[in-house]
């Protein structure tokens, strides 16, 4: 088992472009979630899937960002149209749910810087 | 909406010193509470958890024990070490709430020699 991997782990882009992150869950965890951190803040909470289907979404999750998780395996976030704002720490993490509270474990996390 | 309120740091202390940082959470259900830890450079670890009240969570030396009367799930470690130093959030998740996690603002460690 390698744990949650996330590419890139660095990505700089210019305002106005398109950036697609990719998250590797651990085998077999049925969910996945992605989050954002700021510089010096707590991840917030962006959208989660379970299996294929994305059951929840923050009202942080704009229309310029849209996730998707084909297969129920590896899941991308694809920002359009980047802006200044959207620069942060994106985080990964999946686990295994059950019907009671599971354990997340996260990715290294991509670092999006947006010029 | 739920919510998690920790002492704000940085903390700095010396190597064998004893250790709190406080949290508090506002849950509209039972929440399972979390600490997570993110060293140096390196992606969030779980530390500890507790799934119900009375519970204590406790690993490499740390612990915390989950307070339903007082809404309360401080981390203590009797003696810190300097490789303990590293930024440590509290979090909260609701299994009637999508179990995403609710974090805390962070409380950042500094231990020195």
């Known amino acids: 088992d390698t744990g949650v991997s996330q590419d890139p782990r660095h990505k700089i882009t210019k305002r106005g472009q398109n950036v697609t992150f990719r998250c590797d869950p651990i085998?077999?965890?049925?969910?996945l979630y992605w989050y954002r951190q700021t510089l010096g803040q707590g991840p917030e909470f962006l959208t989660y899937f379970q299996n294929e289907a994305q059951l929840e979404k923050s009202r942080l999750l704009s229309d310029r960002f849209s996730a998707e998780r084909p297969k129920g395996s590896f899941s991308t976030l694809e920002i359009q149209r980047t802006e200044q704002g959207d620069s942060a720490m994106y985080l990964c993490a999946s686990s295994f749910g059950g019907r009671y509270t599971d354990t997340q474990y996260f990715g290294p996390g991509t670092r999006l810087t947006v010029l | 909406g739920d919510s998690v309120t920790q002492m704000e740091g940085p903390v700095t202390l010396s190597e064998e010193a004893f250790l709190t940082i406080n949290c508090t959470y506002t849950a509209t259900g039972y929440p399972s509470l979390f600490w997570y830890v993110q060293y140096p450079g390196e992606g969030l670890q779980l530390l500890l958890k507790a799934t119900k009240a009375d519970d204590k969570g406790s690993n490499k030396g740390f612990e915390a024990t989950y307070r339903k009367e007082t809404t309360s799930f401080h981390l203590e470690k009797g003696s810190v070490q300097v490789s303990d130093s590293a930024v440590y959030f509290c979090a909260l998740s609701e299994s009637n709430a999508g179990n995403m996690l609710t974090f805390g603002g962070g409380t950042r460690l500094m231990v020195k020699p």
């Open positions: 085998s077999e965890h049925n969910r």
